[in-house]
């Protein structure tokens, strides 16, 4: 199976700030990765889709890069409502595996 | 939005068996392939099985292989996934998703107790 790994498993930032989290898989899927906000309690939400393709209806501070094994997700500026777990999961296999999450907290 | 409602969840002996059920509204169900993904408490998203739209091709995690099967009824709009063989590990909140690559539609879970 393909294993992706996310880093840092967690961090604090303060709004305004620039914030990226990275997703490595352990071989090329192509552009085949996901990105899903998700909030206590709450199922995920899509919010990018074939690594850069914003989904219908997320802020444009929302950003996707990448290709192979190295993605990155990026919010240009944190809002107060952008603090949650963030998943990559990639479909370029028929076993569709997540990463293990990154928390983005309030400093 | 695309109504998912997940059904069944419960608390169940180790051991025991469980069926979950997904029932689908508002889109052409049978043109889409479907989904469960789990969370157990306090951890991170699990994908663990998929169907295609036609129920054709079945997916599965290995931890689940060989005691989870996952079922569709395209006459009924809904999704099944038959749990045997429950584990501790297996607690958590089970949700149904739409998609065959990207997951936009999601259910609101329902939650899946292993205990003796």
């Known amino acids: 199976d393909i294993q992706m790994t996310q880093s840092p498993s967690s961090l604090s930032a303060s709004a305004g700030d620039r914030v990226t989290i990275t997703c490595r898989a352990s071989?090329?899927?192509?552009?085949?990765l996901n990105w899903y906000q998700q909030k206590p309690g709450k199922a995920p939400k899509l919010l990018i889709y074939?690594?850069?393709t914003l989904q219908s209806g997320v802020p444009s501070r929302f950003s996707g890069r990448g290709s192979g094994t190295d993605f990155t997700l990026t919010i240009s500026s944190l809002q107060p409502e952008d603090f949650a777990t963030y998943y990559c999961?990639?479909?370029?296999?028929?076993?569709?595996?997540f990463g293990q999450g990154t928390t983005v907290e309030i400093k | 939005e695309v109504p998912l409602v997940e059904s069944g969840g419960n608390l169940v002996k180790p051991g025991g068996s469980l069926r979950l059920s997904c029932a689908a509204s508002?889109?052409?169900?049978?043109?889409?392939?479907m989904n469960w993904v789990r969370q157990a408490p306090g951890k991170g998203l699990e994908w663990v099985s998929s169907?295609?739209?036609?129920?054709?091709?079945?997916y599965y995690a290995d931890s689940v292989k060989g005691r989870f099967t996952i079922s569709r009824d395209n006459a009924n709009n809904s999704l099944y996934l038959q749990m045997n063989s429950l584990r501790a590990e297996d607690t958590a909140v089970y949700y149904c998703?739409?998609?065959?690559?990207?997951?936009?539609?999601w259910g609101q879970g329902t939650l899946v107790t292993v205990s003796s």
């Open positions: 998703t739409r998609g065959e690559n990207e997951y936009a539609y």
């Open positions: 508002g889109f052409s169900f049978s043109k889409y392939n």
């Open positions: 169907i295609t739209s036609s129920g054709t091709y079945l």
């Open positions: 071989q090329s899927i192509s552009i085949f």
């Open positions: 074939a690594a850069s």
């Open positions: 999961q990639q479909s370029y296999s028929n076993f569709k595996t």
